[in-house]
């Protein structure tokens, strides 16, 4: 929002929508250009903290590799056309190829910016009921699916995940997550690093469970490895303790609670002496850490995206909601809470249901309407009745993002028609038939769907472009509204009358719970345009006693198929099949952002990151010194890159970052190119998910490790 002007320099307050922190800055334009980017100060939720890759939305936004004119493919070339043009001959292929091969052999991928960027998620379900099929992918299903599944198995509803309540709590235990590089995830708190420091200030404790001893191990009173894969075994094993030690405590949660009478013995089989191997943590340790965390005054027990992407996933993320309960802090001030989001959660997942479809080939379960993208490539690239042949990527980079990325290039290079909408040739979108530019970063409204509803306060904000939208641009809902009128015509259906992201916004934010529909002077659109740093609704909020969304009204302790899940846990412990070979994980870096930033010059300088971390002695046994390239196989295939002795690696386990591997074909990103590192998802399997909810195992693959020959050199 335009806050200010002096001697013809504007000064916005904007909310940067990277990633899920929401920081306020203060942008000052000048002649319609970005001048500078810094950090609101007086934001309320951020209170001046902002990182590095703030300032590089200049650098996207101003970038002379972004695409500003829609483009379709001409041989190996592409060439601009206009919109009009665009949308007609998208919506005459797409009839040609329905009346063909039937609506499934349509399919959408959407990906991690959907859910910062508001315009791309408003109008997708008009795109969809004109042009329906299963085959709808996302990044959901490389990220946050167990935890959604979870929320909706126990808690009734997918977005009803419980929040740490971060600034209240005594004693927050983290697994899997790395909020010094990732600035925390399924808890939109700005400025993490003081929250996470004022619970030590005010006498807590913050424990760090992870393979590698990361960045955010600094802050921790005790870090602890852990081998990849076996939370949920650690997990059994404090739940085993607390009963065994008589160490619960519900704090009236009890009236509440479905199936907790039948907890304990769920657990039996799972004592921390039976799981310290596995683990790699002592059963002392695991003893000791179960007594620290029940007898806490709050705790919050909290998993991210470490176990989110491994076979056990939604397992080990149910057994944190029941550390969570059986110690009482569920609901609780200091424990984890319920947001009351000002939008109702169905705005954003109105179909709720698991299992309801399938993958044609490999029967991967659909939920909220989707399918495991792990399936992706197999279902273009096999031949038959029901194969994909028409793709929409939306705001999406599968090839680098999701498993198997080579098969992924194999199979967009088959497909009879590719449309992206994104903002670079990328290594996926190099592959369209047809490019349609989403608006620069700045030059779009926005109002941040997801977050607000994941966040650790309660909290509300729109905000209005920053920069005036240039002729020929897009807003992301009218690419949404000139695609699905063109399918209308192509089929002889009158135009829609559609209207604006913003407009759908007003009408919901009156109807929400803080809504001038419910409450005199509530919510609406005009309340937030003249709140240029948004609207603080205060602390979560205890909130059980309203009900839940369940069929109980109450929590579901012990959803059937994970209680089901305990016994190929059991399995996987007794046949110790862990205990072979090294294991690759990945790593986020505060630098970069997915896959996508890496054009940007300012957050690329310095020397390569894309190294692969390996403990000295994994490296001695394999002959290989600090520094030099080696060649890391998996099933699926080989890339080379540099290793690095680190002692902060669990041995065993080496460590790369994924979203690299820019050095293929036709990509236009020169910046990017100029360090182009390897992708990890060349490594990842596309046959290993969690079987529970199809989510891609990402982390923990088998790999070997070896110098790479003389002048070799990677497939293209
Ligand atoms: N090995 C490994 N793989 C992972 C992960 C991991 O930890 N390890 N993490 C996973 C996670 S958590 C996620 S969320 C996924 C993300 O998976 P994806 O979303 O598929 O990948 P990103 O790299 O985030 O790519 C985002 C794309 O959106 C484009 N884009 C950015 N802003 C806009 C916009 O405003 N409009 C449009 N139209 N396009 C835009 C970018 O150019 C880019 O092409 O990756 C997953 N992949
Ligand atoms: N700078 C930056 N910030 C980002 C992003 C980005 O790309 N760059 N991406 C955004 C997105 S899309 C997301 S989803 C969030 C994710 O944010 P986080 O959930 O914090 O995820 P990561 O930073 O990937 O941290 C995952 C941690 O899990 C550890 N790990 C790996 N395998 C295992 C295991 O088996 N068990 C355990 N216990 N730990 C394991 C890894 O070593 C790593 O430290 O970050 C967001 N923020
Ligand atoms: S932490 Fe960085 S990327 Fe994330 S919202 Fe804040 S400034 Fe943007
Ligand atoms: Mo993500």
Sequence with gaps: MKIGQRDGVEVHTRACNLCESIC?????????????????????????HI??????????????????????????????????RAFRE??????????????????YYRGNPIGHNYGLMTHFDLLRAELPTVNNFSANSVDGLPTFLTAYWMYGHAMMWPIPDIDRTDHFVMLGGNPMASNGSAMTAPGIRKRIEAIRARGGRFVLIDPRRTESARLADEHHFIRPHSDAALMAAMLHTIFEEDLGRTRG???????????????????????????????????????????????????????????FATTALWLTQLLNIVTGN????????????????ETLLPRCEFGDDQTRLRKLPSFTGELPVAALGEEILSEGEGAIRALFCIAGNPVLSTPNGRQLDAAFAKLDLMVSVDLYLNE?????????????????????????????????????????????????????????????????????????????????????????????????????????????????????????PTISGKVECLPAPLVADLERLKQQLASESWDEGLVLIGRRELRGNGSWMHNAPRLNRGSDRCVLLVHPRDLAARGLRDGQRAR??????????????????????????????????????????AKPGASYNDLADDTQVDPISGTAVLNGIPVALEGAPEHATEGA
Excluded at 90 to 106: K, P, S, T, Y
Excluded at 263 to 281: K, N, Y
Excluded at 330 to 345: H, K
Aim: glycine share 8%; net charge negative.
């Design 24 to 48: 306020g800055l203060l942008i000052e334009v000048e002649n319609e250009r970005v001048r500078s980017i810094r950090p609101d100060p007086d934001d309320f939720f951020s209170r001046g």
């Design 51 to 84: 990182c590095p890759k703030a300032t590089a939305l200049k650098d996207v936004q101003e970038d002379p590799d972004r695409i500003r004119t829609p483009l379709r493919r001409v041989g190996d070339r592409f060439e601009a056309i206009s919109w009009d």
């Design 90 to 107: 998208i919506a005459e292929r797409c009839a040609e190829i329905v009346d063909a091969h039937g609506e499934n052999a349509v399919a």
């Design 253 to 311: 949660l009890e009236a509440s609670l479905v199936g907790f009478e039948d907890l304990e013995t769920s657990f039996r089989p799972f004592s921390p002496e039976r799981v310290a191997r596995w683990t790699g943590i002592e059963a002392g340790t695991i003893r000791r850490l179960t007594r620290e965390f029940a007898a806490a005054d709050s705790a919050v027990f909290y998993a991210r995206m470490g176990v989110a992407v491994q076979p």
């Design 330 to 345: 569920l609901d609780r001030p200091g424990g984890v809470l319920w947001p009351t989001p000002a939008l109702p959660r």
């Design 428 to 548: 996926t979108s190099r592959h369209a038939d047809y490019f349609l530019p989403s608006p620069g970063p700045l030059e779009h409204d926005n109002y941040n769907l997801f977050f607000h509803m994941l966040s650790v306060r309660d909290t509300v904000r729109y905000d209005e472009p920053v920069l005036p939208r240039k002729t020929g641009v897009l807003d992301d809902w009218e690419i949404y509204a000139g695609l699905v009128n063109a399918l209308r015509e192509v089929r002889g259906r009158d135009a829609l009358e559609i209207p604006s992201s913003s407009e759908l916004l007003d009408g919901l934010l009156q109807a929400g719970p803080y809504g001038s529909d419910n409450v005199d002077g509530g919510l609406d659109l005009d309340r937030l345009r003249n709140a240029p740093r948004g609207i603080d609704l205060g602390p979560l909020k205890p909130r059980l006693s309203e009900g839940l």
């Design 632 to 673: 890391v196989s998996s099933r699926v295939g080989a890339i080379e890159v540099p290793v690095q002795a680190s002692e902060t690696m669990m041995p065993g386990v080496v460590c790369l970052p994924h979203g690299y591997g820019h050095d293929r074909p036709g990509v236009r990103l020169r910046v990017a190119r």
